[in-house]
């Protein structure tokens, strides 16, 4: 089923709060998924998390092109990622490997088309994808899990 996220932005742009609650339920798995893959741990993706989707529903308004709401949230939330681990200092990602294995191992969704059907897929893709420099990792994270 395609998902009209044209429609809910613009519901949502004339204050149905439903809209930002179906915005939401539609696009918070990736979009964690992508803060925690940044940031390394599950409390400081919590934390980008919240501060995207807060920042997102405030400023909803000025999306130019509503059906790009999900790309809008994901680059949002990297933003966000990065910023946190600015001011926390933490442009290491060694905490990556602690990840929770749910997360990681649930996360076939996100990978390349033709790819999920790997069993090691994931594991490895994450592993390359961690030993990236800041930059290439969410450039990468943001093409390829999108």
């Not at 940044?38 to 405030?58: L, Q």
């Not at 909803?60 to 946190?84: C, D, G, Q, R, Y």
């Not at 069993?119 to 930059?135: E, F, Q, T, W, Y």
Request: aromatic share 10%.
């Amino acid at each position: 089923m395609q998902i009209n996220f044209a429609e809910l932005v613009n519901q949502a742009q004339n204050g149905d709060r439903g809209a930002c609650s179906k915005l939401y339920q539609l696009t918070f798995k990736s979009s964690y998924y992508l803060a925690l893959r940044v940031t390394g741990n599950e409390s400081s993706a919590a934390h980008s998390v919240e501060a995207s989707y807060k920042k997102a529903f405030s400023s909803i308004a000025t999306l130019k092109n509503p059906e790009n709401f999900e790309m809008w949230i994901k680059h949002i939330s990297a933003v966000n990622s990065i910023e946190l681990l600015k001011q926390k200092k933490q442009l290491v990602f060694d905490e990556a490997a602690n990840l929770p294995s749910d997360i990681i191992e649930d996360g076939y969704e996100f990978l390349p088309k033709g790819l999920e059907k790997s069993a090691n897929a994931g594991k490895v893709i994450n592993k390359i994808i961690d030993s990236l420099p800041v930059c290439q990792k969410v450039v990468t994270l943001l093409h390829y899990f999108n």
